[in-house]
Every structure is written in structure tokens, then in C-alpha cells.
């Protein structure tokens, strides 16, 4: 009898371990929304979570340094008038974050340094286009302030957010509710699932479909779907028994699988994370307690099992953090934000390594921060690559591409006639202080010339 070889990976002995109670942030109301987002974005600087808020909608955002318990004082991101149902950090400034909301807009803000020390209420573009609410939001991974919103009217919109226009509507390609829209690595293309079955890749400027698949599970209930390596597609659904699956397409050969496995019999939606450094694809279950993760390769079977990080608490939801946020000296690997319902946790996956010496094999040069080209290049046709960056001597931050608003060009930002109000309250409270200065100025000159007529 032949000896069943191990396949041979440095991955197979990922581990994922979550960090000690001093390190989450604690006392958190996390949102109680059943919408299928990850509630969670994260970057090198800060980590934002939608949270509870009476009368609209509100995130947190915090300094990953600042863990503990946050007071129930702390200041949130609140300007939306319905709850908030997706937000996502600029790849390209960390200080940029865009939310989708119930109230059927999205918003653009800007974090200061160091956090919020008061509420922030006036987004720096409003972006007004959907007519029902927005639950999906993505930023283009190359191009410059390029956001993806897809909405509950079964629209999906692109924005050039600095001067505030949807460039492209792609609104007659869905016929029901869109469960997931994603960027390729390029930006190049753009993978949705729908509610009505069927899985898209769409040319994102000229809007049409250039291949779909009908039916990638048999189930009814939400399929998500990624770009994995080398253009193919990962999904995650259900089987016509309800029980959980991931497969793997090819998007030239969509009539049959390359893999297809089923997992378990869980109700909850599983959301993909794929690292293209690593291949490793990590699928985190809403109202799960564990994380699988599989690595995606070229041979039969095509994506392998390597292994589970269980916990006690389920999860409403996951932060992903981008490579250049890791510690690579400690060969982390990938590095999750857990929402319990109070609180945010932390869990590390790392590859054991003896040597604490850079290790190249864990850490090829990855996408770094810097967009490879601007907006209006991009919609006029222009593609533009990853800009890779190494993380040999740690991520070190270079000065972020500034975001700048052409206000002129802004054609549905509420925060434009807001600065015009504040402006214009200001130059009458100057104007009003001059009268008075004037009134007193004559005051005083009479009262002088009273005293010289009396001497």
C-alpha cells in the first residue's frame, strides 16, 4: 500500500490566536443591523465600527493604540439620518473613510491624526445617486478616489469622488438585490453576486457583462464571490440542502467548477478574505465563532483546507487589515478585527518561525498606498497596475496622496452650501462687530469733545 504523501506548504501550520484582554476595545455597542457587511474596516493607523446610535446612523472610529475600555463619551462619525450599513478606508489615504447608509447616500470623511476629539457631523462629499439604501461600497484598488457603491435598488454606481459625479450607472445589469461587488487586483473588472442567481464579471467603464455564470450554488440563500489568483473566482453559498459551500471557477470555463466542497450546515453567510501574497483565502462566518482558511494553488483540488481558528463568541463582524499594517518581524501573516457584541478582538495569524530575521518566502513585495493613476485618466480608459512596495524594513508611512475636493466641480455635496452658510454667518458677525467698534469709536469722540468744551 502506497504512503499518502503530505502536501508540502508553508502555510500549513498557520495559527490564529487572539490577543490578551488589554489589547481590544472594550465596551463597544456594535450595530444590531441584520445586514450581511463586515460592520468593521481597518488600516495601519485606525480601526472604525459601525455602532448603535439612536435617531440616524453612526461609526467609531479609533488609533489602533487606543484599546481598553472606550468611555460611553467617546466621539462617532454621525451624520448619516438612517443606520449605517458599510464603510470602508481609502487605500490609498488612511485618514479617508466612506460610508453607505439607509438614508440612500454615501458620505465621504476625513479623520484627523490622533482620532476624534468631537462629533463629527459634515462629511467632505456627499454622494447622492441611490434611490433606495447603499450596503456595498468598494474603493478602486489602483486608481485615485474611484468608489464603487452598490445599493438596494439594484444599482451599482461609480463615482469620481473628488468633484462628486457618478461617472458610470450600471443599473439595468441586475435584475434583484446585489449580495456582493468586488474590484480585481487591477481594477481592471468587477465581480457581483445577485440575488437572482447569477454571478457577473462586468466591464466597470463601459458597464457591460463579460461573462456570467447562472446558479454558481443551488441554494437560495446569499452567494459572496472574490477575484483569486490569476482571475479566477472564489464563492462562498449554499447547497440546495442548505449546507455551506465553496467553490472555485474559472471564468473562461464557467460550465463546471474547479472544485466544489462543502463545509458544514451553518446558517450564517460566509465572508472570503483573500491575501494574493499568500493565496490563502480566509472565509469568516457571520454569527460564527471560527475562521477557516484554505490556500488557492494550481493542482487538484485546487483550494486545500489548512486549518480553523475557533473561539467561544460569535462574530458580527470582521475587519481585515491591510499587509503594510503587520508586524512582519513577528511573521504575522494577516491580522482580523473580531466585533463581538461589546467589544473588538484582535486575532493574529502567523506562520511559526524560529529565526525573527525578515523571512522573503512569507513577505513578497506587496500593494502599497501609493494609486497608480488619477480619476479622470481612469474613466477616460487609462489602467494602471499595483504600485508594490516591500515590507523588508517594516511598513513606513510616506506622506499620503492628499485628498483635495474641487468644490467648483461638486454637483450633489450637501457640505458645500453648509461651508457657504458658515461662511456667510461669519462675515455678518464681523460685519455686525465693525458696526459696534464704529458706535463706540463716535461715543468715545463725543465724550471728548464734551470735555474740551468744558475746559
Known sequence: MARQVVRASKFRHVFGQAVKADQCYDDIRISQMTWDSNFCSVNPKFVAMIVDASGGGAFMVLPLSKTGRIDMSQPTVCGHTGPVLDIEWCPHNDNIIASGSEDCSVM??????????????????TLEGHSKRVGILSWHPTAHNVLLSAGCDNVLILWNVVCGEAVVRIDS?????IYSACWNLDGSQILTSCKDKKLRILDPRKGTVITEKEKPHDGSRPVRAVFVSDGK?????????????VALWHPNNFGEPL????????????????DPD????YLCGKGDSSIRYFEVTDEAPYVHYLSMYSSKESQKGMGYMPKRGLEVNKCEIARFYKLHERKCEPIVMTVPRKSDLFQEDLYP????????VEASDWFSGKEGKPILISLKDGFVTTKMKEFKVHKSLLSTTAATSVHQQSDSMEVN???????MLKAAVEELTKRVETLETKN
Open 365 to 372: 513585495d506587496t500593494i502599497g498606498p501609493e494609486p497608480s
Open 108 to 125: 465621504i470623511w476625513e479623520i484627523p491624526d490622533g482620532g476624534l476629539i468631537k462629533p463629527l457631523t459634515e462629511p467632505v462629499v
Open 233 to 245: 473566482v472564489l464563492t462562498t453559498g449554499f447547497s440546495r440542502m442548505s449546507e455551506r459551500q
Open 278 to 281: 499568500t493565496n490563502i483565502v
Open 429 to 435: 458677525s464681523l460685519q455686525e462687530e465693525v458696526r
Open 259 to 274: 472544485t466544489l466542497q462543502e463545509l458544514d450546515t451553518s446558517s450564517g453567510v460566509l465572508l472570503p478574505f483573500f
Open 173 to 177: 445589469l441586475h435584475s434583484d438585490l
